[in-house]
């Protein structure tokens, strides 16, 4: 693993029901954060990519990391989510909905509706 100088040190800590520690260089940048990626390749080092809120104004910092800033992107979220759906649960919920209207399109319709309720009870 090789060092440039774009590094930095890096700390985070995530834990379920526990405050979430992201460091740069000993900087808290918890705040600015609404998610993050660590990648790593056996020929590389690690890199930390944070995603920051909207009009976040940026931050400074020196250390062991390739940090990537980027503007918040809910791509990964979406994702996660849609990975996360049982393929039988959703066929199950979409076919048994009462709403469904026989019109062309209706299955879609079901499907689409089905998964943004799932996803307005998962916030």
Known sequence: MSVNEDSRRVRIAA???DETVIEIDGHDVAHAVEA???TQTVDEGPEV???VAQGWKGMQFEGLAEVL???ADVRHVVIGFLDSVDWQQL???A???GDLDGKPGELTRG???QLRE???GAA
């Open 49 to 51: 990519t944070l995603y």
């Open 36 to 38: 993050y990626r660590i």
């Open 95 to 97: 076919l048994g909905r």
């Open 69 to 71: 800033v980027e503007p």
């Open 91 to 93: 066929d199950d919920a």
């Open 15 to 17: 834990a379920p029901g």
């Open 111 to 113: 499907v689409l509706t």
């Open 118 to 120: 799932w996803a307005a």
